[in-house]
């Protein structure tokens, strides 16, 4: 499996923007798929965004929609989520997950997990 680390959370007001980042150790990492999940409190967690081992193909919840970006570089072992045009409903943890399933939205087929970053942002 492969050690996932996250960070760049904080605390934003709405409108602004933030860059979550989740390093990854392992010489594998290019082989794996990557999602960013989070979790408000008392909610389940939900998938944000995802992207093929490759970098080729993305995928985003409707509702962070053309505000999130995901991407990777995987000479550095890292996964990004570009965050902009922040909305109070946005507050969460947000994870980093690995999954060696080609492409997946569910967080179940996801083996590998961060610790989780914050993300506060107010009105």
């Known amino acids: 499996q492969v050690q996932l680390v996250e960070s760049g959370g904080g605390l934003v007001q709405a409108g602004g923007s933030l860059r979550l980042s989740c390093a990854a150790s392992g010489r594998t990492f290019s082989s794996y798929t990557m999602g960013w999940f989070r979790q408000a409190p008392g909610k389940e967690r939900e998938f944000v965004a995802v992207?093929?081992?490759?970098?080729?193909?993305?995928g985003y919840a409707d509702s962070v929609k053309g505000r999130f970006t995901i991407s990777r570089d995987n000479a550095k072992n890292t996964v990004y989520l570009q965050m902009n045009s922040l909305k109070p409903e946005d507050t969460a943890v947000y994870y980093c997950a690995a999954t060696t399933t080609y492409y997946s939205r569910a967080p179940a087929d996801f083996g590998s997990w961060g610790q989780g970053t914050q993300v506060t942002v107010s009105s």
């Open positions: 992207i093929h081992w490759s970098g080729h193909s993305t």
